[in-house]
């Protein structure tokens, strides 16, 4: 069982290149979320995930595309990286609606943006 | 506009006092509170949670405490060992009226040294 994870772990881009996130969930979970977390600012949604084949916004959607086109799998797409994307993203999963249970998090992709 | 303040950047106690950690809120919606600890190059991981409905949860060393009155929770360590340094976050979400997301704080800081 391993939980959640992330690929890559580690990316470095040029500006408007594009790139895609890929997490993957083996628990049976069907909410999934991204995350991205900023010194001083926290964790912040992207996007999130209710079910297969539904996505939406989190609180900064904006630069970032998503897709939950199996149950296992979530994933996040830059079409055009800037500078301010440099971040940690986090993924992370749940079975209940967060009022019942918690979230379970991947370890983390590391991206920098020049 | 931030509705989960943690207010403490970071706290610096010895081994086998006690920690305690504080998180205000300004949603009055917000109707579960869930503390996350998350060490370097890894991902949050779940650490206790408390409902609306009541004012104490508590689980081994940590007890988390919430008045509701004052919109304020804190997370109390006892007694705190060097294995607890890392970041915490508090997070909440408001009560059950369909699908909800955690909002997270800033995070505190946490050294405990030997």
């Known amino acids: 069982n391993a939980g959640v994870t992330q690929t890559p772990k580690f990316r470095v881009l040029k500006t408007g290149q594009s790139m895609t996130l890929l997490c993957a969930q083996d628990m049976n979970h069907e909410y999934m979320y991204w995350y991205r977390q900023d010194p001083g600012m926290g964790l912040r949604l992207i996007h999130y995930?209710?079910?297969?084949?539904?996505?939406a916004k989190g609180e900064v959607p904006d630069g970032y595309n998503v897709s939950r086109l199996k149950k296992q799998n979530f994933l996040l797409g830059l079409e055009s990286a800037a500078p301010s994307q440099t971040s940690v993203y986090f993924c992370?999963?749940?079975?209940?609606?967060?009022?019942?249970?918690?979230?379970?998090f991947g370890p983390g992709t590391r991206l920098t943006v020049l | 506009d931030q509705q989960v303040k943690q207010n403490s950047p970071s706290l610096s106690v010895q081994e086998g006092r006690i920690s305690i950690l504080n998180c205000d809120y300004t949603n009055s919606m917000f109707d579960y509170f869930l503390w996350y600890k998350k060490y370097p190059a890894e991902g949050p991981t779940f650490l206790i949670s408390i409902s609306s409905i009541k004012d104490k949860n508590e689980d081994g060393r940590f007890t988390v405490f919430l008045n509701k009155s004052a919109k304020h929770l804190s997370l109390h360590i006892v007694p705190s060992q060097p294995g607890d340094s890392a970041v915490y976050f508090c997070a909440a979400v408001p009560g059950p009226s369909g699908y909800s997301t955690l909002t997270f704080g800033k995070g505190t800081m946490l050294l405990v040294s030997p």
């Open positions: 992370a999963s749940s079975y209940f609606d967060q009022g019942d249970g918690e979230q379970f």
């Open positions: 995930s209710v079910g297969e084949g539904t996505t």
